[in-house]
């Protein structure tokens, strides 16, 4: 899907706050500027969690706890993560059940931490605002369910 402006990113990303639910695991990849830590902060909107939220890149991980009775949000940002072993020190698996996560920069790294999880991919557009996302469901919890409507195709 198409998504003209980061406005449109984080709007996007409210609407997909509505189809998540504890125990999801969401792992972001794209080029550094593609707009995911702007996806994060439409989730964290539509999940209603305290903010802000801002690239978690020298603190790794923030648990951004729910305003309104929902999971809170556990935004992790694994650019400099060098691998297993140091997923495994955050201990995400912890809290994994009762939150949402989502995990910036890490395809590769955290898909040992659930079999369900929504996988998108950001990319931008040459010489313009405009982000190409792309969703991917892995495991039961998404069959069938790859949430995608409300964006341009």
């Known amino acids: 899907m198409r ?4 406005e449109e990113m984080r709007a996007y990303g409210a609407r997909l706050a509505a189809r998540l639910r504890p125990g999801d695991l969401v792992v972001l990849s794209g080029p550094l500027g593609a707009g995911k830590t702007t996806l994060v902060q439409g989730i964290g909107e539509g999940l209603k969690v305290r903010g802000p939220i801002t690239s978690p890149t020298f603190v790794i991980a923030r648990v951004h706890p729910s305003l309104a009775g929902g999971p809170p949000l556990v935004h992790v940002d694994a650019y400099r993560l060098g691998g297993d072993l140091e997923v495994d020190d955050l201990d995400l698996d912890a809290s994994l059940e009762d939150s949402v996560t989502v ?5 590769g790294l955290v898909e040992g931490l659930s079999e ?7 990319d931008r557009e040459a010489g313009d605002e405009a982000r190409l996302v792309t969703l991917r469901g892995i495991g039961a919890r998404w069959a069938g369910d790859t949430p995608s409507e ?4």
Do not use: M, Y
């Not at 995990?103 to 395809?107: A, D, K, L, P």
């Not at 409300?150 to 195709?153: K, P, S, V």
């Open 116 to 122: 369900d999880r929504l996988e998108i991919h950001i």
């Open 103 to 107: 995990v910036e920069w890490g395809e």
């Open 150 to 153: 409300g964006a341009q195709e």
């Open 3 to 6: 998504l003209p402006t980061a």
